[in-house]
């Protein structure tokens, strides 16, 4: 995730060790539980690791709950052969199923010396040696995985984390840096991948500790502090953080990216991924930028993960709902000035007030803290209660957040309100458990189905310019735009990329002033990592070496409007393995201003087509420019001269050869016979070429010269068609009759009364008959080219697409948390 480089190639990484910024990933239990997830977490480490980096470990799967177990037994003095045996079983189970017989042998034996130590210290003092029994289960799992890792991938060792990470005090587990961060470098092998231990550490007199239950996670966070790590990677078995806990509300959807400060305060507030203690240690990273945390799937390495760190106001804006049971309201009359000021640093409790002496612990805490004020000999009463909380940045400044929360829980009884100091929270204090039904209500209510929708516009000439005017006043228009952000512009050498949001109304001079150089690889690998739900490439770039990265931007997930038509006119392989592509990934592809600009001719046909009617012909006028020339055409001026008129005013190609092939409208027409349900290719379409084959090899210079050679056909076809009150028309005909389709463009005459001879110059129509329009045909008619009605065009798509992204169901994925 953060890295793409495999072991193999990168021991010139340990010899940069302080050129290379050092990443850690951290595995938790379940995700080493088994013979498979240990395989699993291998090929992670192969693919996203360098040799300078650290690898931080859980006990695997459940070994810490069997071992505390184990002391609990001993303690009460019952009997614990049945406990040892599970775990000699599973621990055995591991060893031979993933290494070699020598390895497993060695660790086989060393495991028996660890069993017989632990039944000693169970039979001495099962509580003198509770953090030296728990320490087990890490450091036979490191012993594992770092075994595993030399024989699979590179040279490693693990490291007993007791052998220098110390803290000052067990009780709120604070680290002491300076020594722990010298010890650290002297405990670094080179050229050796670590293996680290999470959740263990010693006390200044080096006595066995640890930093509470699932406190790997803070290991890893410590160990990135006295790193200056780059990035901090979570490898668990949810795949993010989520907008409320996912096993409770279903609809809940993933944050990508989550400022510091709202991931301390979920943390806080009783996420079950974010351990309270986990992102302390990030934010005040020693020296240099604090560390990302990346919050990952080992189960599912595709799958977007979340990002915590420094963002700007995208990510601020997104909204989240958590709780927490098995909370207690302690009144006490103590609880006021320094005592109280004791209390709070030693219990962080969730909210404490002075003016009525109350605060709000966790059940867990009670006794110890009815101890600590057991010496004051005070008095104190005690409620169950729970809470509910928006979480978002700087939340409680922001009044309709605070009305929604309200009104969401007006039909519950709520001791009261309030907000966290910071204002990342707003808090309601509840005399019962929160319910799912609870949650679910108030995060429907709070976090809507807002999903964030990315967008890049690629190509910036005419028509990308014109749209990118139109953006801003769209985005403020329209209610399914609402989460829009305009995130990249890429012409075809340079590219602007801002993960926070470009400024739209600035944000073509912004590119002038901003934008680089990139090749497609960063691109894509950009849209691979991209912080959105959902994310909108715009192509409103002429190029086909561009519409051949549809299939990969497919493969991502990505949803492409092309006003480009080379990937809709591509070869019948091509053109159906991309739409299988998209439709394996939910990718839309709209491409409604390939044919006609604006004019709804793609949408009619697929409409018609999706309420079950029958497509049986398509023709018409398709070229703006054949258009113009043949309504202009009256013999008068010979063509050439009027072509040269055209290309003056700009309504041709630069070479007009290009409008007269035919090719445009030919490819126009295969485009529509695919979106009416046919399967066909180029070749299946006649082109008549209007250009001689004299005319056809020259230089666009030598063609414009030689230009009178196309007036002899003209004239001869218009005196023909006039001698029998007709006129020539650029006609595309397309039908199928009893399952024989026909398929051409080319020059036809018509009777002057009919509906293709009556244009307005540049106009495009569109006939359609069907099984419903059959006598009477369907005619769609209009400007078929032009900025403002294609920019229109682009954006009607845009909305289409946006209509149908916002109401689109997040599949989530679970295995329990850890
Ligand atoms: N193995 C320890 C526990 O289960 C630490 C951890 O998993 O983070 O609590
Ligand atoms: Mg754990």
Sequence with gaps: MTQTNTLEQLDFAQNNLEKHSVNIHKFGGSSLATP???????????????????????????????????????????????????LSEQQTALIYALLNAENAGRLAG???????????????????FESDILALGEIWSARLLSALLNERICASYYLDARDFLVIDNPRDCRVDNPVSKANLQNCRRGQKLAVITGFICKDHAGNSCT???????????????????????????????????PRVVPSARKLHRLPNAVARELGRLGNPVLHKKTLQPLTGS???????????????VQAAATEIGEFGQIARQELSVTHLNDLLLVTCEALQGDVLADIVAEFS??????????????????????????????????????????????????????????????????????????????IALLPQETTPELLNKVHHEIVKDARHIGLVVAGLGNIGQRFLELLPGQLSRIPALENVHLVGLVSSKKALIQPDGLEVNSALADFSAQATDYTNGELLDWLKHHPYDEMILVDITPSEAFSRLYGEFFDLGIHVIGANKWAASAGTDIYHELKNKAGKSGSLWLGNTTVGAGLPVNYALDDLL???????????????????????????????????????????EPDPREDLSGRDVQRKLLILARAAGFELSLEDINCQNLVPESLQELGTEAFLQQAAGLDAYFLQQYQQANEKNACIRYIAR????????????SLELLAVEHAFANLTPCDNIFQIKSHWYQDNPLIIRGPGAGRDVTAGGLHSDLVTACRQLVNKQHQVTLKGIN
């Design 349 to 426: 409790p969730v909210y404490s007030d002075q003016k009525s002496g109350q605060l709000v612990i966790l059940a867990s805490q009670q006794k110890a803290l009815t101890d600590a004020l057991a010496v004051l000999g005070a008095q104190l009463t005690v409620t169950p209660v729970s809470l509910i909380a928006a979480v978002g940045y700087q939340v409680a400044l922001r009044l309709d957040i605070y009305g929604r929360f309200k009104r969401a829980l007006k039909n519950d009884r709520v001791l009261r309100f309030f907000n966290s100091e910071e204002q990342h929270s707003i």
């Design 110 to 128: 060393e495991f028996e010396q660890d069993l017989n130590r632990l039944v000693a210290w169970l039979a001495e003092d099962p509580a003198v």
């Design 286 to 300: 020693i020296g240099g930028a604090a560390s990302h945390l990346h919050v990952a799937s080992s189960f599912d």
């Design 734 to 745: 397309f039908s199928s009759q009893q399952g024989k389709v026909k398929a051409g463009v």
């Design 211 to 245: 930093l509470g239950r699932n406190g790997s996670d803070y290991s890893a966070t410590i160990f990135a502090s006295l790193l200056s790590a780059k990035n901090v990677t979570l490898w668990t078995d949810v795949d993010g953080i989520y907008s409320a806990d």
């Design 610 to 652: 999706g309420s079950g009617d029958q497509i049986t012909e398509i023709s018409g006028v398709f070229s703006g420019t054949l258009s113009w020339l043949f309504e202009h055409y009256d013999a008068q001026k010979p063509f050439s001269v009027l072509l040269k008129e055209a290309l003056a005013q700009g309504i041709t």
């Design 36 to 86: 498979e997830c240990l395989e699993r977490v291998v090929s992670i480490i192969c693919r996203h690791c360098q040799l300078n980096d650290i690898i931080v470990v859980s006990a695997n799967g459940k070994t810490t709950d069997l071992l505390l177990s184990l002391q609990q037994l001993a303690l009460s003095g019952e009997p614990l052969d049945t406990s040892l045996a599970l």
